[in-house]
């Protein structure tokens, strides 16, 4: 294993950790920031990290998309993500993991 990624391990645990703390967030709050650190992972971005909704949804193994819908947009109203819609199918949407939320006192 590359010395790179035993960096990025830490920082998912990190991530996991602060998400985990957060008496707000449930479990499909918890299961859609997993497929999206995991995401982040396979592409090797900290915090811009390309995302499409099938992929989330199929990693998080939420399979409605009104639950989708729901969740995504409450982690956005919370602030620990930050969402860029691509309407161009050949672009994938971004999602930005915010830092701001994550060092707030939660």
Known sequence: MKKNNIFREKDIMHYLSRYCDDPKLNVWHLSILTAILALGYRQGERRRIKVSRSK????????????????FKHLQD?????????????YKSEVKLCKKRLSQNI
Do not use: A, C, E, F
């Not at 989330?56 to 969740?71: A, D, G």
């Not at 993500?81 to 050949?90: A, C, E, M």
């Open 56 to 71: 989330i949804m199929q990693l998080s193994h939420v399979h409605t998309l009104p639950t989708y819908h729901k969740y």
């Open 78 to 90: 919370l602030g620990y993500i930050k969402y860029t819609p691509s309407y161009d199918p050949g």
